[in-house]
Structure formats: structure tokens, C-alpha cells
């Protein structure tokens, strides 16, 4: 920890990453990073100003159009991403405490999210090798090739509950695809970017390539949205956020591609794996503390198992332990902010008249974890489907317990949402899992487990839970602009107009 405390102070802290250097914001302004589990300041971080995204980006431009960077063949490009991935690997642990430190998730979590974040960029780098394009089966005299070509500069913004792991996920595909990027982290979460890039500039990447601007939303966020120097913005956040940078993106016709919030279904069937059904069910919700956006915040519980399972639930929750993500023993950390914590509050109340609380819905005031944003998990069951908290995305440890009768029942439920990003299904009847996961709309469905993300595979959601896929190489195309190179054996005039 020391180590860590010293890093806090260093002068990087409170400067921008752009065009290869350290540099001070133009207005030398800081804004206090808080740790949640006490809500004591534990950094001041540089905040970018509007001249000082606009420099990132002059930075991120250049380097796409007039760099060497163009000239970087995949395998170089690969192995900038090899790289990374080494050096988040060898520092999984300090990188784990600094994520835990800022974002009071367990070191447990902070860890995994770490070595995924490593998964990724090697990921990436071992894709971008592969064969890409296509020649099409065209009439004679003409040849028809596809190539991808990178998109330019890309914006990216990321939320909070995921610091490193979301950096990760916008930066290694467009770096593989050749692009270059300003990645503007969370107001809340600046840390673990922070000494990302430091790790980036160690490793030597071309200066320009990718550029860090912390700050606000409002302030950072929004003039890389409305640049008209930026081809393509990629978000990950909260659905009203999304909304408004799909507006302010107009102006050129970036590409945006959103990835938003959730209010999936988990759905139990009768004839589930009993306690296979029940753990899921709560690691579901509970884990990150809630704070996720394919969390099952909606348990579905077939009626003729509806309430033992919710009184086996209700057991299983009294016993997670809530408490600092530093602390080993620790199954549950604070919420992100006094801020967040309100608003989950809120909700908690609205739900005490909506339906029935059976657990949790309380601060935790003990005297260890009072100054902290820390929530019991909470569930509520016999949720009306069209309940305000079965509607709305609560983004904490809040369940909402709904029970049905039939396959046809659950589906109606379950799809009866503005969102539409993951769901749940627990059967050992195959044919009706099958049947269930085709009618769900849905982008990720788990058959016997929640919450498996696999880098390998598309991520992304139906309605309002966004716009575009994220990871496999359904991420990469993403980061891709499709071109048609159209050739011909014959080259002669048409003759058109000359009879
Ligand atoms: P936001 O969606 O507002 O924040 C996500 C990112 O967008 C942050 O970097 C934020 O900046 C930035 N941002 C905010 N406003 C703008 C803007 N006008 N232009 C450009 N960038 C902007 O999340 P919040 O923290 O406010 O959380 C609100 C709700 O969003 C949560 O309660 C939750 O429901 C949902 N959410 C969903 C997430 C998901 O993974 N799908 C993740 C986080 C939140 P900054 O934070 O620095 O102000």
C-alpha cells in the first residue's frame, strides 16, 4: 500500500496523456478522486477542459493521418497489444488495489477484472493476425475485393464500474484495427487508466495514438462528442447518457456505437437445478455490488417453487458479507458514490410501496463502514411486472422477485421491458431453454449460468440497452470502416455515349 500512497502523489496524477507526453491542462485544474468505502479524497486528478480534449484530439489526428502509424503493419500492432497485456499481467495486484481503492469493489473482483483486461488486449493482438477481407465471386471481367479499413479517430467514453476492464474493451480493438483514440475515463474512476498509461508510454507506442483526457461528462465528454475531428464515439454508460451522445454526434455522422444499461431477466423454472438455480441467482445481482449492466435484477420464479426459493434466497443474502474490498472476507463493496447511493435509496423506498421487502434495504451503520456508501442487498418480491423497480435500471444490489406460471407467462414478463440486454434461463428441459433463448429479445442469453462474459464472443444488447456489439471479432468490425476495391481485366472504354 505504500507503494501505492506514494503513486497517488506522483505528478502524473494530475496531468492529460496527449500526444506522447504528460502535460498539465491548460487551466492546471484538478478535481478530488473519492474513495467510496470511506469517502475520503485520495487523489487530485488533471481535468481536461474543451482546448485541452481539442488538443487530444488535433493529437489523435494527426497521428491517423500523417503518422507512421499508418505504415504499422498488424503484426507491429499486435505486438504493441502483446505488450500491454505482459505488463497488466505483472502488475495485476497493484493495479487490482488501486481499482478496489477507487471503485471499492473486492480485490477479488479487481483482481479478475484485471486479468480479463490482460485477456483482451492479448486477444486482440492474437485476432488481428488472422486473414481479413474477401475477393467475391464477381462475372468476368471484373474482380470484386472487401477490404476493412480503420475508421480514424475514435472517442472513447467509459463508465465506473468496470475502470480498467472498459478501458480495455475500447482500446485494444481499435488499436488492433489501426485507429487512434482519446479515451475519456469516468469523473469517478480515473485511477487504474492513469497508470495504464503510463504502462503505454514505457512500452513506446507512436506518440498520438492514444491519448487520456480526464474530467467530467459534461465538460470532457461532450466536446469529443461534438468534434467534428472525431469519426467514430464509443460509449459505454447509463441509456439517458447514451441518448444524449447520440444526439451531439450528428454533426459529422460519427459512428456510435453504445453500450448501455439493463434490466435483465433471470428466469428459474421449476424444473431447475435447485441449488445451481439459487446461487446464480444471487450472484446475479450481488455481485460488483449490483453495479453492472447485465446484472439479473429480475428473478423470475416459476410459482410451484416461488416461495421456498425466494425464502432459500432470502437466507442465502443475509449472509454476504458487505464490507471494504480490501478486506478478504469481503463478498460485497459500496456502491460508487453518496450520489449513487441516494438514488438506490430512492428507489428502495419507491419499492417498499410497490411491494414486499423481505431483505436488506438498509445503509450500513456499523462503525467501520458508516462513512462509506455501503447498502445491504436487498430483495423485493411479489414485484408488480410493471412496477416502477421492474422497469427501471437500478444499478445496485436491489432484486426484484416476480412470480409466473408458464413458459409463455415468463417470456411475456421477460420481454416486457424497454431494455434488452442479457437474460437468465434455468431448465434441464433443453428444448425449452432453446426455445426460451430464441424468443428472448435479448443479445446474450446464459442457459444454467449467468454472467459468463467471454472475450471470444459478441457483447451488446436489443432496444434501449444500446447500438453495436463489443468484444469477438463483432468488436473489431466495429472499429472498422468496410471498403469494396471494384478491378477490372478489361480495361477498355464503355462506349456509352459514343453511338
Ligand atoms: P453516465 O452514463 O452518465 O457516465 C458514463 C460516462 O459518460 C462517464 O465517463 C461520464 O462522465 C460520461 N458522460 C456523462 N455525460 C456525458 C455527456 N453529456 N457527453 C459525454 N460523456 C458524458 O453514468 P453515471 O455515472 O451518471 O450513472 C448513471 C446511470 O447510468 C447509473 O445509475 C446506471 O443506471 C447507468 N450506468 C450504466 C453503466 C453500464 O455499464 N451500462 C455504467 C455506469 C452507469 P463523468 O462520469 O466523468 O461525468
Redesign the pocket.
Known sequence: MRALTKWLSSTNISKLYINGEWIDSVKNETMPVINPATNETIAKVGVARKEDVEKAIVAARNAFDNGDWKTFTAFQRSELLQKTAKKIEENVEELAKLETLNNGKTLHEARGDMEAAADTFRYYASIIMAPMGETLQVEEPLISKVVREPIGVCGQ?????YPLLMAAWKLAPAIAAGNTCVL?????TPLTAIRLFEMIEEIGFPSGVVNLIN????D???P??ESHLVDKIA????????K??MQ?SVCNLKRVSL????KSPNIVFADADYETALDHASFAIFNNSG???SAGSRLLVEKSIYKNFVKDLVKVTEKIRVGSGFDEETQMGPLISKN?LE?VRSYIELGKKEATLVCGGNKVTNDKLSNGNFIEPTIFMDVDPKATIAQE?I?GPVLSVIPFESEEEALQIANDSPYGLAAGIFTNDVAKAERMSRKLRVGVTWINTYEQNLIEGPWGGYKASGIGRELGTYGLDEYTEVKQMINTLNVAPTGWFSN
Request: overall charge negative; proline content about 5%.
Open positions: 467514453i467509459i463508465p465506473w464500474n475519456k475515463p469516468s469523473e469517478l474530467g467530467t461528462g459534461v470532457t465528454g461532450q469529443l462528442v460509449f459505454t454508460g447509463g441509456t439517458e447518457t447514451g444524449r451522445i451531439n453500450e448501455l444499461g439493463g453495479q453492472v449492466c449513487h438514488k435500471e444499478f
